[in-house]
């Protein structure tokens, strides 16, 4: 019998031994740049949220450690040492132990470079995965430094709930808004990748203030990402996206992720969402969209 696995999404059925773990497509939903720091990276105010839907991943005990890509965005992401999920193998080993093997397996559902974080979700389940597969039981502030030296956003992706995110993504605040959890949320991307370190060297540098996020109305009403105008300048259709996402019917927001090109829309009911995703997807031949909704905390 395989084993009873709480956190199995539907559709995937895990063989003998093996465990998954979904990595939960972040989405920023305000971006505000601060400042260039003196190491070059940003310092960023952001409330980041989590899809209940992403890459899934599934692992087992072997000899070594292995890692193979399937599904709609495997083409083209190499599953050598390179690969976040291998990084993030390596650096548990580093921490538990050489000794241990895994052979992983990736259903790559999410677009790479895109602004929704799949790189640092996968890494962040493989972290979740070892941990449990190895029964290695690393102390939560380990698991998170391990976390930090993958990505600035692999530490809030571990626990892939609502959090306000400040300095390079390494101080993390829970964030319990009202309403956020369950809301329908279309993420859409039109097929074009956009490279993060091109985007913040365009940024225009002007510090537009902080991030108030104690509701969510405030932060659909003031909130902003700070890397649209220099993302738009990189790829325009990002303001297609934009366009049509706010003419749909029953949106609240409609914002561009990270650093693009994956814009998400807030919808009021999942009809709505529904309905906006299926005239998309009629519409705009090679975009892709995802129906989903923001995962509880
Ligand atoms: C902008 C966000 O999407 C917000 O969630 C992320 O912080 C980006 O995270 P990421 O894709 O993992 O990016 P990293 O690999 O950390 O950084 C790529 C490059 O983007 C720039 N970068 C990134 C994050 C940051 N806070 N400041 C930066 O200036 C740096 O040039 C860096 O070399
Ligand atoms: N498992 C992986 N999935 C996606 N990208 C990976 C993976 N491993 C390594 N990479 C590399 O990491 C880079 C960033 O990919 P990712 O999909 O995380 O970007 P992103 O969505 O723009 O992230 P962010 O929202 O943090 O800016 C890509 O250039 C890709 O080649």
């Given at each position: 019998?395989?084993p009873?696995d709480?956190d199995m999404?539907?559709?995937v059925?895990p063989g003998v031994g093996e465990l998954t773990e979904?990595a939960?497509?972040?989405?920023?939903?305000?971006?505000?740049?601060?400042?260039?720091?003196?190491?070059?990276?940003?310092?960023?105010?952001?409330?980041?949220?989590?899809?209940?839907?992403?890459?899934v991943l599934t692992g087992r005990i072997a000899?070594g450690l292995s890692l193979s890509?399937?599904?709609?965005?495997?083409?083209?992401?190499?599953?050598?040492?390179?690969?976040?999920v291998m990084?993030a193998a390596?650096?548990m080993?580093?921490?538990?132990?050489?000794?241990r093997g895994a052979a992983l397996r990736l259903v790559?559902?999410?677009?790479?470079?895109?602004?929704?974080?799949?790189?640092?979700?996968d890494?962040?389940a493989a972290l979740r995965l070892l941990d449990r597969l190895w029964?290695?039981?690393?102390?939560?502030?380990?698991?998170?430094?391990?976390?930090?030296?993958?990505?600035?956003?692999?530490?809030?992706?571990?626990?892939?709930?609502?959090?306000?995110?400040?300095?390079?993504?390494?101080?993390?605040?829970?964030?319990?808004?009202?309403?956020?959890?369950?809301?329908?949320?279309?993420?859409?991307?039109?097929?074009?990748?956009?490279?993060?370190?091109?985007?913040?060297?365009?940024?225009?540098?002007?510090?537009?203030?902080?991030?108030?996020?104690?509701?969510?109305?405030?932060?659909?009403?003031?909130?902003?990402?700070?890397?649209?105008?220099?993302?738009?300048?990189?790829?325009?259709?990002?303001?297609?996206?934009?366009?049509?996402?706010?003419?749909?019917?029953?949106?609240?927001?409609?914002?561009?992720?990270?650093?693009?090109?994956?814009?998400?829309?807030?919808?009021?009911?999942?009809?709505?969402?529904?309905?906006?995703?299926?005239?998309?997807?009629?519409?705009?031949?090679?975009?892709?969209?995802?129906?989903?909704?923001?995962?509880?905390?």
């Amino acid at each position: 019998m395989p084993p009873l696995d709480a956190d199995m999404p539907p559709g995937v059925a895990p063989g003998v031994g093996e465990l998954t773990e979904t990595a939960y497509a972040k989405v920023n939903l305000a971006l505000h740049v601060r400042e260039r720091r003196a190491d070059g990276y940003h310092a960023l105010e952001s409330l980041f949220v989590f899809a209940q839907d992403g890459d899934v991943l599934t692992g087992r005990i072997a000899d070594g450690l292995s890692l193979s890509i399937e599904g709609p965005f495997a083409a083209g992401l190499e599953a050598g040492e390179g690969n976040l999920v291998m990084k993030a193998a390596r650096a548990m080993l580093d921490h538990v132990g050489q000794g241990r093997g895994a052979a992983l397996r990736l259903v790559k559902n999410l677009p790479v470079a895109s602004g929704i974080g799949g790189g640092s979700a996968d890494a962040a389940a493989a972290l979740r995965l070892l941990d449990r597969l190895w029964d290695a039981r690393v102390p939560q502030p380990e698991l998170e430094r391990i976390a930090l030296s993958l990505g600035s956003d692999v530490p809030a992706c571990l626990a892939s709930t609502a959090q306000m995110v400040r300095g390079r993504g390494e101080v993390l605040e829970r964030a319990d808004l009202a309403g956020l959890p369950g809301t329908p949320m279309l993420l859409v991307n039109p097929g074009v990748g956009v490279s993060t370190a091109q985007v913040f060297a365009d940024w225009d540098q002007v510090d537009r203030g902080v991030l108030n996020a104690s509701s969510l109305d405030g932060v659909i009403a003031d909130g902003r990402n700070d890397l649209e105008p220099a993302a738009v300048g990189i790829a325009p259709v990002i303001a297609d996206v934009l366009a049509d996402l706010r003419q749909c019917a029953g949106v609240r927001l409609a914002r561009m992720s990270g650093s693009g090109a994956t814009c998400f829309a807030l919808f009021g009911t999942q009809a709505e969402a529904q309905a906006a995703a299926a005239a998309l997807k009629r519409r705009r031949d090679g975009w892709w969209v995802m129906e989903t909704r923001i995962r509880a905390a």
